[in-house]
């Protein structure tokens, strides 16, 4: 049997330590130099005498393909691919990789690494590869929307506006935490508009008048706004959206999220489900955000939990699990 014809399942198999390393890194994520990046991956694999090839993308539009290459080289060679940027970054590559048979490993670059800190995975590249280098795959529940996948989060209406916003932010200000709420701050000055929202899970048909709807799939966000997540990762995501309410009373809210204590606020629902198709009255399609990145999709909109779970590399090793 050929690698390629392995059943999916195979990725999540026991790492030797001689698979071969396809790394697709964006140089432009992060606040870091790309180059002393790709030095410091040089550096480490070389002294661990791995063999690897590194995948510089510049132009992001690019991402897909080129991870797409990685994959198959990985499949040919049973290597790994490797995925080095923020968020946005790891759920394009994760997105070519999921149930190809070939584990997944990162180096998280971004601002908030979401997906990387909830799995112990450092933020520094240096403690990310070495643990990585003694790692093992363990499979990891990811989301789907409209058959496309997310790692941490997918949402319409206000959040992906806020996002928006921030990323022209950062563009004139630089990246930060600061910079983020402070474009959240003057996104929510603009009256957001409330849309019809039908939903439909577990059997139940409902509808909710709301700025937003956010669907998580990430324990350390959810618990960073206050939003239970007891239910998450058992084959379930979150659902979040604001009730109804006037404009004044939405900022508080918004406000009180920004400042992490969302699920405090009686004006939240929260729920869980396995699969949440989402109708929009009046639009045809709509802006999402999925991991970040924005984009146009037709409605009704359908999350659900994804059949096949990501291998994701870990460090097997506590010394070098970080969750700061
Ligand atoms: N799937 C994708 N398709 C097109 N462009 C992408 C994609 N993912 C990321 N990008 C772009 O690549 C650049 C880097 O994004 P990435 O999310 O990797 O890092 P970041 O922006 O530094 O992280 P953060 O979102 O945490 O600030 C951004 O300009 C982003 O818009």
Redesign the pocket.
Same mark, same amino acid.
Request: positive net charge.
């Given at each position: 049997m050929t690698p390629s014809q392995q059943p999916p399942s195979a990725g999540a198999r026991s790492l030797t330590g001689q698979e071969p390393l396809f790394i697709v890194l /964006?140089t432009?994520?992060?606040r870091g130099d790309a180059q002393t990046l790709q030095d410091t991956v040089r550096r480490i694999l070389d002294e661990a005498g791995r063999r690897y090839e590194l995948i510089p993308v510049e132009d992001?539009?690019r991402?897909?393909e080129s991870a797409r290459a990685a994959v198959r080289r990985a499949q040919e060679e049973r290597g790994v691919v490797i995925a080095a940027?923020?968020?946005?970054?790891l /759920?394009?590559v994760a997105g070519t990789v999921l149930g190809q048979g070939v584990p997944f490993g990162i180096l998280p670059?971004?601002?908030? /690494?979401y997906f990387g800190r909830s799995y112990g995975i450092s933020q520094d590249t240096e403690t990310a590869l070495r643990g990585f280098l003694q790692g093992q795959p363990r499979p990891v529940q990811v989301g789907q929307l409209n058959g496309r996948l997310f790692l941490v989060n997918a949402s319409l209406g206000l959040y992906p506006q806020l996002l928006e916003d921030r990323?022209a932010y950062?563009q004139k200000y630089g990246?930060s935490r600061l910079v983020a709420l402070w474009s959240g701050l003057v996104t929510l000055l603009r009256a957001p508009r409330q849309l019809s929202l039908m939903l439909d899970y577990e059997g139940k048909a409902r509808t909710l008048r709301s700025p937003t709807l956010v669907v998580g799939n990430n324990k350390l966000q959810l618990e960073h706004v206050g939003i239970p997540s007891e239910e998450l990762g058992h084959g379930r995501l979150i659902a979040m959206a604001a009730r109804p309410v006037g404009t004044l009373a939405l900022y508080g809210l918004l406000l009180r999220g920004l400042a992490s204590r969302l699920g405090d606020a009686e004006h939240v629902v929260s729920f869980a489900f396995d699969r949440l198709t989402v109708g929009v009255r009046g639009r045809r399609r709509v802006k999402v955000a999925m991991d970040?990145?924005i984009s146009w999709m037709d409605t009704p909109l359908e999350f659900k939990v994804a059949a096949e779970r990501l291998p994701l590399v870990v460090p097997a090793d506590p010394q070098y699990l970080d969750r700061s």
């Amino acid at each position: 049997m050929t690698p390629s014809q392995q059943p999916p399942s195979a990725g999540a198999r026991s790492l030797t330590g001689q698979e071969p390393l396809f790394i697709v890194l /964006n140089t432009g994520s992060g606040r870091g130099d790309a180059q002393t990046l790709q030095d410091t991956v040089r550096r480490i694999l070389d002294e661990a005498g791995r063999r690897y090839e590194l995948i510089p993308v510049e132009d992001p539009s690019r991402l897909v393909e080129s991870a797409r290459a990685a994959v198959r080289r990985a499949q040919e060679e049973r290597g790994v691919v490797i995925a080095a940027g923020g968020d946005g970054t790891l /759920n394009a590559v994760a997105g070519t990789v999921l149930g190809q048979g070939v584990p997944f490993g990162i180096l998280p670059q971004g601002t908030f /690494n979401y997906f990387g800190r909830s799995y112990g995975i450092s933020q520094d590249t240096e403690t990310a590869l070495r643990g990585f280098l003694q790692g093992q795959p363990r499979p990891v529940q990811v989301g789907q929307l409209n058959g496309r996948l997310f790692l941490v989060n997918a949402s319409l209406g206000l959040y992906p506006q806020l996002l928006e916003d921030r990323e022209a932010y950062k563009q004139k200000y630089g990246r930060s935490r600061l910079v983020a709420l402070w474009s959240g701050l003057v996104t929510l000055l603009r009256a957001p508009r409330q849309l019809s929202l039908m939903l439909d899970y577990e059997g139940k048909a409902r509808t909710l008048r709301s700025p937003t709807l956010v669907v998580g799939n990430n324990k350390l966000q959810l618990e960073h706004v206050g939003i239970p997540s007891e239910e998450l990762g058992h084959g379930r995501l979150i659902a979040m959206a604001a009730r109804p309410v006037g404009t004044l009373a939405l900022y508080g809210l918004l406000l009180r999220g920004l400042a992490s204590r969302l699920g405090d606020a009686e004006h939240v629902v929260s729920f869980a489900f396995d699969r949440l198709t989402v109708g929009v009255r009046g639009r045809r399609r709509v802006k999402v955000a999925m991991d970040g990145e924005i984009s146009w999709m037709d409605t009704p909109l359908e999350f659900k939990v994804a059949a096949e779970r990501l291998p994701l590399v870990v460090p097997a090793d506590p010394q070098y699990l970080d969750r700061s």
